[in-house]
């Protein structure tokens, strides 16, 4: 297992932004995640899970505790039609493997970066498709340390949502049941959506991927876009210019910089159009307190 002591997590968000953690831990096997589950549950220590934070903000504050980040744990094998994948690998790189072995589901996944994990916590889906669609069972640890296996039916699995965002468990194995495929359409299709994908979202740029939940009836990019936001800046973060759904940072962003752009544009649309949008980036950690007696100090030697 790697530790790692008062690590700045600017490096592992896909946002380039985050404060440290008080300790950074990677475990490789199911039984470490237990015994940091177990640890943290019996001393009263905050413990907070990473995938591949893809879509999080981590305040500029950091976080307390120990971060246990899962991205070594990213085994796959196949057993007949069934594709048994770690919580740590990459959901894109799990609709390779189906690719590989010709089987067909999860072409929709790949342009999704988030981890497996991350996937099953938020029902994650693009261009029709969603998770919850070809899982048949996920293996988890509770906040109590005791590993369980859940059916799919168990999950309560709605729009970006899922049982795990509830009850705390951790994502330790998911067992994607799929169907047999032809390799070249399987193929063909995931090439089409690559390049919707391509087309329509701001790669080029550091984000949290979408920040919004769809709302009933309503496009969030198309809000954004209409109500004038588009291209708005605050700090070194903006709304794309590419597609107004995205934030990108432009401009070494901070956490604060997305936070305070993404209420900015809660307050407007809501101000507009009368719809609340919520969040599917998550956004965690502490805010960066200002430490004014040292500004103090440094404003007068300087």
Same mark, same amino acid.
């Given at each position: ?8 997590? /600017? ?30 549950? /019996? ?10 934070? %893809? ?102 699995? %709605? ?80 709304? %794309? ?15 604060? /910089? ?45």
């Amino acid at each position: 297992m790697i530790i790692k002591g008062d690590e700045k997590l /600017d490096a592992y968000t896909y946002t380039k932004t985050g404060g440290p953690a008080d300790a950074l831990v990677f475990p490789v096997a199911k039984d470490e995640v237990q015994e940091i589950v177990k640890w943290t549950y /019996d001393h009263n220590v905050p413990l907070t899970i990473l995938g591949n934070s %893809s879509n999080v903000i981590i305040r500029d504050g950091g976080i307390r505790g120990i971060v246990m980040i899962l991205t070594e744990m990213n085994g796959m094998k196949l057993e007949k039609n069934r594709l048994i994948v770690q919580s740590g690998a990459k959901l894109i790189d799990a609709s390779k493997r189906a690719l590989y072995e010709e089987l067909t589901g999860l072409e929709f996944a790949c342009g999704i970066p988030g981890s497996v994990g991350g996937a099953v916590y938020m029902n994650a889906g693009a261009y029709g498709g969603e998770v919850n669609a070809v899982i048949e069972t996920v293996e988890v640890v509770t906040q109590q340390g005791e590993r369980k296996i859940y059916q799919n039916e168990d999950l309560e699995f %709605s729009y970006r949502h899922s049982k795990i965002q509830n009850t705390g468990d951790i994502v330790l194995e998911t067992v994607f049941i799929l169907e047999k495929g032809k390799k070249e359409k399987i193929s063909a299709k995931m090439e089409e959506l690559t390049e919707l994908r391509t087309a329509k979202q701001p790669l080029e740029y550091p984000s949290c991927g979408s920040v919004f939940k769809r709302p009933a009836g309503y496009f969030t990019g198309k809000l954004i876009q209409e109500a004038g936001l588009q291209g708005k800046m605050l700090g070194g973060a903006q709304i %794309s210019m590419k597609h107004a759904g995205f934030i990108v940072n432009v401009n070494r962003a901070t956490a604060t /910089d997305y936070i305070n752009l993404i209420a900015h544009i809660q307050e407007i649309i809501f101000d507009v159009y009368e719809v609340k949008l919520e969040t599917e980036v998550r956004i965690i950690g502490e805010d960066l307190l200002f430490d004014t007696e040292k500004a103090f100090i440094e404003s007068i030697s300087s």
